[in-house]
């Protein structure tokens, strides 16, 4: 059992469209972390979040934390190809160990 | 660049054999974590150390064993390998906020 659940699994979309993945827990974390991952190649961290609430944006990409630290969400607006990949939530508890999620795969066709 | 060093980057060995895998964190960096992750499968954690001291335990196997040296370069030890074996291994080392940076990993094959 995942102590992230990450939603949904998979998710296909035409450039140019939006898309949301979802991180969801019953855990409280001091921190969340989002990163992506290409084949082959180690994740790459995209974002900390710490405050709940907390919105971050990074170009087309924006994070939120939820109220109560336990959920986070991403968002791409207008989505490339260059999106594509394995989006991992990660969430790091007061002994800072890390706990990911499943991941969301994320296609982007051209 | 993330700053973590993995080597090899690929290991071909037979069933029954034992490698060890090793990893220099970021500069700075006290906590080492290993991660195995297997053909479309998500990151499974195995083990983090901190400072030299093992912090927390996941899912490692008895066969697997893992160290973190006083220089903070960490190792992960594979012994009587089994096919399931195969996977890439991921190194990672965090800030004290729990970032992670992540090695290129190693790919490890059982013959």
């Known amino acids: 059992t995942q102590l992230l659940e990450q939603s949904p699994q998979f998710l296909s979309i035409q450039e140019g469209e939006n898309l949301t993945v979802y991180c969801n827990s019953s855990?409280?974390?001091?921190?969340l972390q989002w990163y992506r991952q290409e084949p082959g190649e180690g994740p790459v961290l995209l974002v900390t979040v710490v405050t709940g609430g907390e919105v971050k944006k990074l170009k087309r990409l924006t994070f939120q934390f939820g109220d109560a630290r336990k959920d986070s969400s991403l968002h791409i607006t207008a989505a490339q190809p260059g999106d594509t990949g394995l989006y991992l939530c990660a969430g790091a508890g007061n002994d800072y160990k890390l706990s990911f999620g499943a991941g969301t795969t994320v296609t982007v066709r051209a | 660049d993330s700053g973590v060093t993995q080597t090899p980057k690929h290991l071909i060995t037979a069933t029954g054999q034992r490698v060890t895998l090793r990893c220099s964190p970021r500069?700075?960096?006290?906590?080492v974590y290993w991660y195995q992750q297997s053909l479309d499968q998500g990151l499974q954690f195995l083990i983090q150390?901190?400072?030299?001291?093992?912090?927390a335990k996941g899912n490692i196997l008895e066969r697997f064993s893992a160290q973190q040296f006083p220089d903070l370069h960490s190792e992960l030890n594979l012994s009587s390998l089994e096919l399931g074996d195969s996977a890439l291994y991921f190194c990672?080392?965090?800030?004290?906020?729990?970032?992670?940076?992540f090695g290129q990993g190693t790919r490890l094959t059982v013959v």
């Open positions: 150390y901190y400072n030299g001291e093992e912090r």
């Open positions: 855990s409280v974390f001091s921190s």
């Open positions: 500069s700075g960096d006290l906590s």
């Open positions: 990672a080392s965090s800030t004290q906020w729990g970032e992670a940076f």
